[in-house]
């Protein structure tokens, strides 16, 4: 299974991104074979907005099927939804030991959004 | 002839200034106001019209056939507000986002996606005396509200007036609700934060190129330094409203300030013949 987990930084040992559309990159990584890649965000860092539904929109095309991150806003979580992404929010420490945490089934799937729109500017 | 009458800052007195001037200018002709604040419309607490009736407002937001949809991304490409997600598997639109463009619909390669309406609010028109009037109500929520204030611009009769009370700020309300006026009236009062949105509200005008006029509204409050901006960028300063009592009950009490303190007609008369001459030139 991919998951993409949302990181301020660019490898496993990077602090989680608590934000999920204004994240500063996506670590897409495979549970099955443990090999990982870097999916930059930078576009949405600052776009007006829509960000978490074009940060949603690119998790989905790189065929993630679980997200690891902060906080998820509506538009986000619905588009995730709509792509048949699971989203695990309050995730924090490193990308690494979230993945971790994952595998040891400690992390419940999110049912919504647990912030409203906008939340990730202005952090 | 149409008169808008706009502010940088809120609550200078945009809606003292437009009603008043409607009540005089109806003695000269015929006049249809415009409330274009469809944000927080007020101007009808004031000129108390009879509402004859009411029209809900629609944009155009897309609708997608699935079926035909080949998700090749091209409507999510085009579209600045990320109203529509193309995913692998299905293609989700956000119609809250959507300024109704119609990119999406005229530039899908496959013909997927078909216009449907999404109601934003709804303008009603009446009569105060023999004043037209016009205002709309943006429904609670919505963040874009330039396509209602077309369309209660578009309910507008043909008049020897037309008196439109702008929105306050120097933003794309703004904008449309005075881009094609003859002449722009700005309201502002003497204090720095007056001042300073005048400053905006000034260039704004003069981007779009109108001539403009200043009022100052709770003149004696601050001090001379719009009465000297207007000098050094040479706009008339047409009328000053002093800072009294009798003229905030009225306020209070939703009375138009011409008909509370009759004197004040004469005033209002010689501003409204001062914007024609503007407007002229």
């Known amino acids: 299974m991919r998951i993409a987990i949302t990181t301020s930084g660019k490898d496993l040992d990077a602090p989680v991104d608590p934000r999920f559309g204004r994240a500063k990159s996506f670590v897409i990584y495979d549970t099955d074979s443990g090999q990982w890649s870097v999916l930059e965000n930078a576009q949405n860092l600052n776009a007006a907005q829509g960000a978490g539904i074009q940060a949603a929109t690119t998790v989905v095309n790189a065929g993630a099927q679980a997200v690891l991150t902060g906080n998820c806003g509506p538009k986000a979580f619905r588009t995730l939804a709509a792509g048949k992404v699971k989203v695990y929010t309050g995730v924090s420490g490193t990308v690494r030991e979230a993945i971790e945490q994952l595998k040891a089934g400690q992390l419940e799937a999110a049912g919504a959004a647990n912030v409203e729109s906008h939340s990730g500017t202005g952090l | 002839m ?25 003695d000269a002709g015929s006049v249809e106001f415009l409330d274009c604040d469809v944000e927080e419309p007020n101007a009808h607490l004031f000129l108390k019209p009879a509402i004859e009736r009411r029209e809900p407002i629609q ?13 090749c991304g091209r409507c999510a490409e085009v579209c600045q507000f990320k109203a529509i997600a193309v ?3 299905t293609v989700l639109t956000f119609p809250e986002l959507c300024h109704g463009c119609t990119g999406c ?27 037209g009037f016009h205002h709309g109500w943006l429904r609670v929520g919505e963040a874009m509200s330039p396509p209602l204030i077309r369309a209660v611009k578009r309910q507008a009769r043909q008049a020897d007036f037309t008196v439109l009370d702008a929105p306050p700020g120097t933003s794309c309300p703004v904008v449309e609700s005075v881009k094609d006026a003859d002449v722009v009236v700005l309201v502002t009062e003497p204090t720095p934060f007056g001042l300073h949105d005048l400053e905006l509200a000034a260039d704004m005008v003069a981007a779009l190129g109108l001539p403009a006029a200043v009022v100052i509204n709770r003149a004696g409050i601050g001090d001379g330094r719009v009465n000297d901006f207007c000098r050094s960028r040479g706009l008339p300063l047409l009328l000053e409203i002093p800072f009294d009592r009798r003229i905030a009950e009225a306020y209070s ?29």
């Open chain 2, 59 to 71: 944009i155009p937001v897309p609708r997608v056939d699935e079926a035909e949809c080949t998700r």
């Open chain 2, 105 to 131: 619909w005229m530039l899908c390669p496959e013909r997927a996606i078909s216009p449907t309406g999404r109601e934003i609010g709804a303008v009603e028109s009446g009569w105060a005396g023999c004043v």
């Open chain 2, 2 to 26: 149409r008169i808008a009458v706009a502010s940088g800052k809120g609550g200078t007195g945009k809606t003292t200034v437009a009603t008043s001037l409607a009540l005089v200018l109806a």
């Open chain 2, 87 to 89: 995913l692998k598997d």
């Open chain 2, 253 to 281: 009490r939703g009375e138009p300030l011409v008909a509370a303190l009759p004197e004040c007609h004469a005033t209002f008369q010689a501003l409204a013949e001062d914007l024609q001459r503007i407007a002229a030139r």
